[in-house]
């Protein structure tokens, strides 16, 4: 009972737990590869703007097989992210679907205009 208040006021709980986890697993990687994958988990943090939690869960999960995939290969980080990292963040972060903050705002924005121009007519 408590625990549904509590989801009601925070979100889920498990996925708070999923995510520490997934984040955890990011803090656990050798060097470079931590310093790339906090980079980029806090560049998806901002840029991702995912809305559903289902969705920035398993963003931030499939990240951390991403890095630990890479360090166990030994892969070179520009193998990874090529030769712009930002297109590599943001490409990664399209593809996951869901519902963004950015298209909440272009909804709102957009009620907003349309409630203007009836109101001129």
Do not use: C, H
């Not at 890095?67 to 892969?75: I, K």
């Amino acid at each position: 009972m408590a625990a549904k208040w509590i989801e009601l006021v925070t979100g889920s709980l498990e996925q708070k737990k999923q995510y520490k986890q997934a984040k955890s697993r990011l803090d656990a990687l050798p060097e470079p590869y931590l310093t790339v994958a906090t980079a980029f988990n806090r560049y998806l943090m901002y840029y991702g703007g995912v809305t559903e939690g289902d969705t920035m869960v398993q963003m931030f999960t499939d990240l951390a097989d991403l890095w630990e995939r890479a360090a166990v290969d030994g892969t070179p980080v520009s193998g990874i992210v090529g030769e712009d990292p930002i297109e590599f963040a943001e490409a990664f972060a399209q593809a996951y679907g869901g519902k963004r903050w950015i298209d909440k705002e272009r909804e709102r924005l957009t009620k907003a205009v349309d409630k203007a121009k009836e109101a001129e007519s």
